[in-house]
C-alpha cells in the first residue's frame, strides 16, 4: 500500500472517532480517541498530532483544566470526512452491485445493530 494512502486512511480514522464522539456528546479527549478507535494514548496522539499539522482538527483546553485537550473537526476535516464516506460508498456500492435492495437493507440493519451492541458492552 502507498505510505500516503495509509496516512490518508489513519487520518480519516481520527477524524471519525472525534466525529462519533462529539456526535453522542462524548468529549473528544485524546484517551477517548485512543478508545474509540482501539490505539494506545500514545498512538492516538501521534494520530491527533498528525490530524491538527494537517489542518483537519483543532485542539482546545478548558480554562478549568488545562491537562485536558479536547479535539474538534474543522471545515477542512469535515470535507475530508465527507470525501470519504462517498468513496466507501462508492465502493460498497461495486462490491454489491449484485446484492437486491433487501440484501443491502438487511445488510445495513445487522451492521447497525452489531455497532449499537458494542457500545452498549462498552457502556
Request: zero cysteines; charged letters at 25%; a neutral charge.
Amino acid at each position: 500500500m502507498d505510505p500516503r494512502t495509509a496516512e490518508q486512511g489513519r487520518l480519516v480514522l481520527v477524524i471519525e472517532a472525534i466525529d462519533s464522539l462529539t456526535r453522542r456528546g462524548e468529549p473528544a479527549t485524546i484517551n477517548a480517541i485512543a478508545y474509540e478507535i482501539g490505539f494506545d494514548q500514545s498512538g492516538a496522539s501521534r494520530l491527533v498530532k498528525s490530524a491538527t499539522d494537517a489542518g483537519l482538527i483543532e485542539l482546545w483546553t478548558l480554562d478549568t483544566d488545562a491537562r485536558r485537550r479536547h479535539a474538534t473537526v474543522t471545515p477542512t476535516g469535515h470535507t475530508m470526512l465527507k470525501n470519504a464516506h462517498a468513496w466507501q460508498e462508492k465502493v460498497f456500492n461495486q462490491l454489491t452491485d449484485d446484492w437486491t435492495p433487501g440484501q443491502r437493507r438487511a445488510f445495513q440493519q445487522a451492521m447497525t445493530t452489531l455497532i449499537d451492541r458494542s457500545y452498549s458492552l462498552n457502556a
